[in-house]
């Protein structure tokens, strides 16, 4: 039935190539008058591109323009909203506008980034990689196999969306890649005069700040990410690191979006009442003497770990602690204790550092979910096998495996902001990716990003040979026939990458090769920063290269090894360093750095005649073998690893050696083939060959990818939650770092405050003999009114609105007697920096508790209520209780605070602090300087001036 149906509908990604190979043609039919330009003639055409998008543009610039000058110096709330309806119209507007001129630039202006790489790199992209551009210009992910080229892809829709200066990000896995991405692709961009910055860990603001301005900017998603955090907790304008989140290019894609989409960044601070070393010690004791399944169980497919009754009763024997997890009988006069939480918090704590102790010895493996270096613990990204430098487990847990590995335990932090990588990414305007593997994960990029997958065919056929898997009864017969098959092929000389899960799988292997005296190079975490040396010569002759995962990933493995990294081996023999850093060094003279050079060019043709006799060989013995040693959760990462071989044209095989003892085969769906090979009674050293063995292998990769997308939809849909609260809160931070005027706005805060004490103190339904005046007057003196300037005898015998009518009057007086005070300028100042402190104070505390609401909605299930819909409800009603308290901080912070008149530094931006004139420029020059909109018109009509002559 499907065949049919592709019969006539034809295949969809062989459509969408159909529609682009029109624009392929346009772009070749520009080559040969462009190489007739002279350099000077062909960086002209960036200025040119720009004058023509300029002319394209400036109607719905302008209109842009117009609507923030005015939301600016508007001070009416109401006209403030409306204005920014028609600011977002004005921006769908621009943004169309904007693809559109793009759309008819693209064919002259890919064939001039063509021409300009040809001449500066000496690469001119073949049809494939112009396909690859056109498809991330429009927004969609492009799959490429690995070696066709997608860093030099990227240049083409990258100068392209660069002309409209509103930043492009390209975004790689790590700072190595950023850094040889942006240092290898440079040239290009600098001779068609664009700028280029790179975002590296370490840098100073101001670095930032200029990587940041540049046309064309590579990083890290973390850096990216954290950036964006950062700046939403900077008090001033000028502190600001990122412009606004315009186009994006994500290299490796399904890594940053799909792998990595379940982990939020955090930017954490320490909690100041933290325990001590010894108490975590001292829950690390007492979890080395339970024993599982007696005291605890453990769930390895849900990640969790119970304590049983026996568990919890040894539990509190050990620790010395009664009723831990029992009831607790409570003397009368420590019922307000417990009312007020605090013993019940702290029993919570406790148990919490013992479940966090039980998990660190249960579930988290060293040397597979993280390393001990240096004295620290640093995480193992689990998809990539890399060091997560900066990243800790939240809750506790680090602190937890710090005490098991018994090193220095850190404070445990409080969260300050976060963000998933899934709702950062999606606040670009134009989203973007490429990878060597995304079709299968094309539904989530659809889902939750809204990209499809375009599949980009190879310049040359794939030829590589996909063998079937081989299946052992157990895993060390698995590796015996693992280091049998390295053995014959190395004797060869065949070259082979070795795929291992993880650091402890990688680290057993190697020592099976040196008991058989393989000679091997290992690349894992530990590692890391020789991976690009090392895998750059996995192609070599006698080569057997053993990584972790994925590790390496963004670096080609070239047949017979790279002449380069060779001649570079050898100048840092001479010389102590690479040429790089050598040739930048300033205490080195020029003659000695061109003595260098000389030696480094002399250097290169000995070992590029190496390399093409090795590649020849290799080529004979059948290219690069991939052999992987165990099923990943994800058929797209055992895609990737076959992925190294085979490379443009280039021959090549793989072959998957499992074993029933994998975890994939263990805990999703094993049994079956383990029945059939006992029932068979295979020894362990002898493969299974059965058409049911690749049918369980690939419906457990497709169970365990679907619980996957499950959980990365359930994180989606809670964090949806607090990424709304995020935006109305950071949007606000924006507004206001970018000078919006809050007078209005407070002065709306104190009616409402107003309104508040009245309700709390002489209600509508309180009989006003009942009124407790004494604590209205107390409330008002704590938020909005001066001490003092009111009796108790001026409140009495007042009705309800006599009292809202005398506080509000006396509220707004006390304002304008502080606006005198500090003068217009330094009020506004004053009202902006308050509020942006008070803001990110509560927006911590309550990223916290949402934190905690989310652990334990979960339990509203057993009372058959949906825990989604009561996490949004109390979720809605937490937001509206810190805006609520965000209100009376500033309010108290603003009327009740001394502040010394003194001169300050520049004003986060400049607002006209006089009254917005009309909107009819003839008349309203003359009277804007005399009549606020918010006051009386002077014509006598009674009505405020913006509902009368200000109209």
Partial sequence: MRGLLAKILGDVNQRELKKITPLVEQINAQEERLQALSDGELRAKTDEFRVRLEQALQEARGRM?????????????????????????????????????????????????????????????????????????????AEMKTGEGKTLAATLPAYLN????????????????????????????????????????????DQRRAAYAADITYGTNNEFGFDYLRDNMVIYREQLSQRELYYAIVDEVDSILVDEARTPLIISGQMKDDKKEEDYLRFDGAARTLKKERHYTVDEKARTVELTEDGQREVERLLGEKNLYGEESIAESEVHDLLGGARLELSQVKRKKMENALRSHALMQRDRDYVVKDGEVIIVDEFTGRLMFGRRYSDGLHQAIEAKERVKVAKESMTLASITFQNYFRMYKKLSGMTGTAATEEEEFQKIYGMDVVVIPTHKPMIRR?????????????????????????????????????????????????????RHEVLN?????????????????????????????????LLGGNHVVLAEREFSGKYGMLPDIFWSRQDVGDNAKEEARHFFTGTLPKYQEITRTEKEKVIGLGGLHILGTERHEARRIDNQLRGRSGRQGDPGSSQFYLSMEDDLMRLFGGDNILGIMERLGLEEDVPIDHPL?????????????????????????????????????????????GGENLR?????????????????????????????????????????????????????????????????????????EREQQLGLELMREVERVILLSVVDSKWMYHIDAMDDLRQGVGLRAYGQRDPLVEYKYEAYEMFQEMVNSIKKDVVRELLHRRIMVEPRRQTVAVVDEMPRSSRTAADGAARSAKVGRNEPCSCGSGKKYKKCCGK
């Fill in 466 to 518: 996909d063998l079937p898997d081989a299946v052992y009864k157990t895993e060390r017969g698995k590796f015996g026939a693992v280091v049998e098959d390295i053995a014959k092929r190395n004797a060869t000389g065949q070259p082979l990458l070795v795929g291992t899960i993880s650091i402890e799988k990688s680290e057993e292997l190697s020592r099976l090769l040196q008991k058989r005296g393989i």
């Fill in 525 to 557: 975490a530990k590692h890391h920063e020789k991976e690009a040396n090392i895998i750059a010569q996995a192609g070599r002759l006698g080569a057997v290269t053993i990584a972790t995962n994925m590790a390496g990933r963004g670096t080609d493995i």
């Fill in 65 to 141: 323009v117009d609507l923030r000058r005015e939301l600016a110096a508007e001070v009416d709330a109401e006209y403030c909203r409306e204005l920014g309806r028609d600011l977002q119209e004005a921006e769908k507007e621009l943004f169309a506008a904007e693809r559109a001129a793009l759309n008819e630039l693209l064919p002259e202006a890919f064939a001039v980034v063509r021409e300009a790489s040809r001449r500066t790199l000496g690469m001119r992209h073949f049809d494939v990689q112009l396909i690859g551009g056109v498809v991330l210009h429009q927004g969609r992910i």
């Fill in 693 to 737: 063995i690749g049918r369980a292998i690939e419906t457990a990769q497709k169970k365990v990818e679907a619980r996957n997308f499950d959980l990365r939809k359930h994180v989606l849909e809670y964090d949806n939650v607090v990424n709304e609260q995020r935006e109305i809160i950071y949007s606000q931070r924006r507004r206001v770092l």
């Fill in 744 to 816: 209005e706005q407070v002065l709306g805060w104190i009616a409402e405050l107003v309104a508040e004490s009245l309700a709390l103190h002489a209600g509508e339904k309180v009989y006003d003999d009942e009124w407790d005046l004494s604590g209205l007057l107390h409330y008002a003196e704590s938020l909005f009114l001066p001490l003092k300037r009111f009796t108790m005898a001026d409140l009495q015998s007042k009705s309800r609105e006599e009292l809202r009518e005398m506080l509000l009057a006396a509220a707004l007086d006390f304002y304008r």
């Fill in 162 to 205: 660069a002309l409209l200066g509103r930043g492009v990000h390209i975004v790689t896995v790590n700072d190595y890649l950023a850094k040889r991405d942006s240092e290898w692709m440079g040239p290009v961009y600098l001779f068609l005069g664009l700028s280029v910055g790179l975002i590296a860990h370490g840098l100073e603001p």
